[in-house]
C-alpha cells in the first residue's frame, strides 16, 4: 500500500486537493472533528500521514512513507536525502532577512559583524551570511523570531514571509530574499527506483495534475 506523507498547517489543504484529482482521498483530515493521524484512501490502494511539516522528510526518508509533500523551506534548511520530483506550484512565500523599520540597515552588509540574526531556519541563515564573508551569531529561535530585533536581542531575523503582514505589524521590513519557496512532491529514493506501489503511475498523475492548473 502507498504511503503519503502530508503536512499540518497552511499546504495541507491543497496538498489534498492535488490527490484528490489524481483519485487519492485524504479529505478526512479536514474534518475539524477528527483526531486521526493516519487514514486509508476510500479506494483501499493508499494511506496518509498527517504529521508536522518539518516531519514530513523525516517519514519519507526513513521509508515509512513513499511520497510526501513539503515546502521548499524545509528542505533547504534539513538536507534529507530524498528525491526531490516536482515543484507543486502553491503554497508560495520566500526566505527573508528583516530588520526593525526604524533601523539604519537596508542590506545584509549594513549589519555589524559578530551583530547577532534569530532564525528557527539556523542552517539556512548560516549558509546565507557565510556566503556574504559576514561573520555573524545565529541565535536558534522557535516561537515569534519578530521579536528577537523588537527587544535588541538580535539585530536581524531570517525568516519564512508570505505576505509580510506580520512583519509590517510588528515595525520590521525585509531587506534582502534568499530564495522562493513553494510546495514540493518528494519521495523514498528506493521507493522511487523500484516503482514500489505503481509509484511512477501516481507520480505521472500528479506531474500532469500540476501542469494542468498552471
Do not use: W
Not at 123 to 141: K, M, W
Request: contains cysteine; charged residues 20%; hydrophobic residues 40%.
Amino acid at each position: 500500500m502507498l504511503t503519503v506523507a502530508l503536512p499540518k498547517g497552511e499546504l495541507l489543504k491543497n496538498s489534498i486537493r492535488l490527490l484528490q484529482a489524481v483519485g487519492l482521498d485524504f479529505s478526512a483530515f479536514l474534518d475539524s472533528g477528527t483526531r486521526q493521524l493516519q487514514i486509508p484512501d476510500a479506494s483501499g490502494q493508499a494511506k496518509g500521514l498527517l504529521v508536522r511539516a518539518q516531519d514530513v522528510p523525516v517519514y519519507v526518508e526513513y521509508g515509512q512513507a513513499q511520497l510526501g509533500v513539503v515546502g521548499y523551506d524545509v528542505l533547504r534548511e534539513k538536507q534529507p536525502q530524498v528525491a526531490h520530483l516536482v515543484d507543486l506550484q502553491f503554497g508560495h512565500c520566500r526566505m527573508s532577512v528583516a530588520v526593525k523599520a526604524s533601523s539604519s540597515y537596508r542590506s545584509p552588509l549594513d549589519l555589524p559583524p559578530h551583530g547577532r540574526v534569530a532564525s528557527k531556519y539556523v542552517n539556512c541563515a548560516r549558509e546565507y551570511f557565510h556566503s556574504l564573508d559576514l561573520p555573524v551569531e545565529i541565535v536558534p529561535l522557535y516561537g515569534s523570531v519578530e521579536l528577537g530585533p523588537i527587544t535588541g536581542m538580535s539585530e536581524a531575523i531570517v525568516d519564512l514571509v508570505s505576505t509580510g503582514r506580520t512583519l509590517r505589524e510588528n515595525g520590521l521590513i525585509e531587506i534582502a530574499t534568499l530564495y522562493e519557496s513553494t510546495a514540493r512532491l518528494i519521495a523514498h529514493p528506493l521507493s522511487y527506483r523500484l516503482n514500489t506501489g505503481n509509484l511512477s503511475d501516481v507520480i505521472a498523475k500528479l506531474r500532469e495534475a500540476v501542469l494542468v492548473k498552471v
